[in-house]
T-cell receptor, first 113, second 114 residues
């Protein structure tokens, strides 16, 4: 079974500051890990994914995440926040590529001008 | 390449009624998954269809049912609607058999049950 914990349901950062959204997972098998972004009244857009191989994963819009097996973490970062980054972010895990996705409860990111 | 589309965008029903939500897969995809996203929550897996057969189900009662058609489009049916069924329903399509089966999400159908 898989589960995801996202620490911090709301995160606020100043424009230009570092964005750090935390995700810890639990999985009985090697996980596939994902970060999705959801803008108001829209569906989910994939930011980045980890399947196998390199543990530092780069995604769209300047985001990246690092898979740390020893810490069971997959935190999302962006060096410099932009106003357009304000959205809801979801971390998700699956056992295999096409298996069901198990999502965390989400983190709402607010950017302060 | 056409993305995942869902209809209708919004829907209002009353308790006890039945509802059908529709999803058109991204071109070339053969698998459809449905998720329920309650307000302020992450999406919850309802079920997945592959080759017109249910291929995995989450913790949802039998009044949630689905269909997948030969063109890989899909329907989600919910009978005997309850107030707690009010949510955003998301459809995602993917291609089984590719090296990595990324799921592509549609914009969702927002269902309100009164």
């Amino acid at each position: 079974a898989q589960s995801v914990t996202q620490l911090g349901s709301h995160v606020s950062v100043s424009e230009g500051a570092l964005v750090l959204l935390r995700c810890n997972y639990s999985s009985s098998v090697p996980p596939y890990l994902f970060w999705y972004v959801q803008y108001p009244n829209q569906g989910l857009q994939l930011l980045l994914k980890y399947t196998t191989g390199a543990t530092l994963v780069k995604g769209i819009n300047g985001f990246e995440a690092e898979f740390k097996k020893s810490e069971t973490s997959f935190h999302l970062t962006k060096p410099s926040a932009h106003m357009s980054d304000a959205a809801e972010y979801f971390c998700a895990v699956s056992a295999f590529g096409n298996e069901k996705l198990t999502f965390g409860t989400g983190t709402r990111l607010t950017i302060i001008p | 390449e056409t993305g995942v589309t869902q209809s209708p965008t919004h829907l209002i029903k009353t308790r006890g009624q039945q509802v059908t939500l529709r999803c058109s897969s991204q071109s070339g995809h053969n698998t459809v998954s449905w998720y329920q996203q309650a307000l302020g929550q992450g999406p919850q897996f309802i079920f997945q269809y592959y080759r017109e057969e249910e291929n995995g189900r989450g913790n949802f009662p039998p009044r949630f049912s689905g269909l997948q058609f030969p063109n890989y489009s899909s329907e989600l049916n919910v009978n005997a609607l309850e107030l707690d069924d009010s949510a955003l329903y998301l459809c995602a399509s993917s291609l089984v058999g590719s090296s990595y089966n990324e799921q592509f999400f549609g914009p969702g159908t927002r269902l309100t049950v009164l």
